[in-house]
């Protein structure tokens, strides 16, 4: 709530986590799927498509997560990627996963998002 400037409010729905997310200073969009990438709610810029993204975060996390593996590294807990200079944090929290798009050339809120995460996390034991 306090990210979100309405500290006196506990409980978001998905619709609005993603919209004020993408209202934070510095991003374009955010997205929240399922464990197999169904969209549960999406804002990204165009060309970009929540629907598509959504698909693919369960397959880029799992594929991530397994390299970690082969490499002994351990369990992978968050991504934080670039894409023509926008920023993307992608963190898996339970059966659902979360998705932040930054913009380009800007600060990315990363303390923020994982905030948020921390927070969605807590919710979806």
């Known amino acids: 709530g306090e990210i979100f400037g309405d500290p006196s409010?506990?409980?978001w729905s998905p619709n609005e986590i993603v919209q004020k997310t993408a209202s934070l200073k510095g991003m374009s969009g955010a997205v929240i799927a399922t464990n197999d990438?169904?969209?549960v709610a999406g804002q990204l810029p165009p060309p970009l498509k929540s629907e598509t993204f959504a698909a693919f975060l369960p397959q880029i996390f799992g594929r991530m997560n397994q390299y970690g593996k082969e490499l002994q590294i351990g369990e992978l807990n968050s991504l934080t990627l670039e894409f023509q200079k926008a920023?993307?944090?992608i963190v898996k929290?339970?059966?659902i996963f979360f998705g932040a798009a930054g913009?380009?050339?800007e600060i990315f809120p990363v303390h923020q998002l994982k905030v948020i995460a921390a927070d969605?996390?807590?919710q979806n034991r």
Do not use: V
Request: aromatic fraction near 12%; avoid cysteine; hydrophobic fraction near 30%.
């Open 93 to 95: 929290l339970g059966t």
């Open 87 to 89: 920023p993307w944090y």
């Open 120 to 122: 969605m996390g807590k």
């Open 103 to 105: 913009k380009p050339g």
């Open 37 to 39: 990438g169904l969209l």
């Open 9 to 11: 409010k506990k409980e």
